[in-house]
């Protein structure tokens, strides 16, 4: 065969080996790290991959070549799809410098592996003091103060074990004197669940990459309401009591109010289940008209129960029922009127709560 006929199908031969090729080694062509950061508070990686792949990420920490640390995390990748996963580092740092790697295994094969260099002391000392960084039910509350005026980037993430469930980030925060960032959780969170917030900052340097520090808090969602003092009224013919929700841990309960007369020492206990279910600033009203209460003065404890009847909150006060003066009343003509004026006491504090919401 002619010598350029040969070249020529080779020239047509090659990029179908290629094809093979890559089909036979699809791991080295499809995975990739993206990008992976480290410092000694956690570390955290993009995985993007050209087709469904179930693998472990293997974390490590060295120390001049020695392990000091590792963790394993399982990830399901979706062809295309970037998978990012975060974890925190326990040991305590005892030096200035050292090495994370990252490593993605798929069914025990090293697929590929990158290292980023971690600092530690004043060698990664950003420009700001965290003085407060206080994750609660409603949101998390973030305190800066500057050693010296810059500008960072600030961005919270809410963690589920080693998943990112919720992350907002604020650019371009100035830091010329304190700065307080306040973010609200926007979803439902799950009763006595323990949650971690990361705090990732960004400060901007002028010819450099920017500099990069994480802090980490934790805390215990809870349903968490209160009984708003101003909004309690109480008096001869009943009580109308307002709560507010104060946490994302939905708080589906009730009214108790507990009434004790001081002369007899008689207490009797009324119930009023809330129609709202209430999350972090609703509000909900619920009246209750005493029955058969003898004249005098009496104690009076309000709760806030849950449907598990665990308390929240608790108001006291105290009332007087007057001795009734002149012709006597019947039960009926009695409690006619003191349930309409009640039900028009609720009408006005909800319609008054309605014009403070407008």
């Given at each position: 065969m002619h010598l350029d006929n040969r070249k020529k199908i080779m020239i047509c031969i090659a990029p179908a080996l290629l094809i093979v090729f890559s089909l036979a080694n699809p791991a080295a062509a499809y995975i990739e790290i993206s990008d992976f950061f480290s410092d000694f508070t956690s570390s955290d990686v993009t995985i993007v991959s050209g087709e469904n792949l179930q693998g472990r990420a293997v974390f490590e920490l060295f120390f001049s070549g020695s392990l000091v640390e590792s963790h394993e995390v399982p990830f399901n990748a979706r062809a295309g799809e970037?998978?990012?996963?975060?974890?925190?580092?326990?040991?305590?740092?005892?030096?200035?410098?050292?090495t994370a790697k990252l490593s993605l295994y798929d069914e025990g094969k090293l697929l590929v592996s990158k290292t980023y260099p971690v600092s530690y002391g004043t060698v990664a000392l950003?420009?700001?003091h965290v003085v407060d960084f206080s994750p609660t039910n409603t949101g998390v509350q973030l305190l800066l103060r500057p050693f010296n005026?810059?500008?960072?980037?600030?961005?919270?993430?809410?963690?589920?074990?080693?998943?990112?469930?919720?992350?907002?980030?604020?650019?371009?925060?100035?830091?010329?004197?304190s700065a307080e960032i306040r973010m609200l959780w926007p979803f439902l969170l799950v009763n006595n669940e323990r949650y971690t917030v990361r705090a990732k900052i960004y400060t901007h340097r002028l010819y450099a990459s920017p500099l990069i520090?994480?802090?980490?808090?934790?805390?215990?969602a809870n349903r968490d309401v209160e009984i708003l003092p101003d909004d309690v009224e109480v008096d001869d013919?009943?009580?109308?009591?307002t709560i507010r929700g104060r946490s994302q841990?939905?708080?589906?309960?009730?009214?108790?109010?507990?009434?004790?007369?001081?002369?007899?020492?008689?207490?009797?206990?009324?119930?009023?289940?809330?129609?709202?279910?209430?999350?972090?600033g609703k509000e909900d009203t619920a009246g209750i008209v005493w029955r058969d209460l003898a004249p005098g003065t009496y104690?009076?404890?309000i709760l806030a129960v849950d449907h598990e009847n665990v308390a929240l909150d608790r108001y006291e006060t105290v009332f007087r029922i007057p001795e009734e003066t002149g012709a006597a009343e019947t039960p009926g003509t009695k409690s006619t009127p003191g349930f309409a004026a009640l039900v028009s006491m609720i009408i006005i504090l909800a319609a008054s709560r309605r014009l403070k919401g407008a």
């Open positions: 970037p998978v990012y996963k975060v974890i925190l580092w326990e040991t305590k740092p005892q030096h200035d410098y050292y950003p420009s700001f005026p810059s500008a960072v980037d600030i961005k919270i993430e809410l963690l589920d074990n080693n998943d990112v469930v919720y992350s907002k980030t604020r650019e371009d925060v100035s830091l010329v004197t520090n994480t802090y980490t808090a934790f805390f215990i013919y009943g009580a109308s009591v841990v939905p708080f589906d309960g009730s009214i108790l109010v507990i009434t004790k007369n001081r002369a007899t020492n008689e207490t009797r206990t009324y119930t009023a289940k809330l129609e709202e279910i209430l999350v972090s104690d009076v404890v």
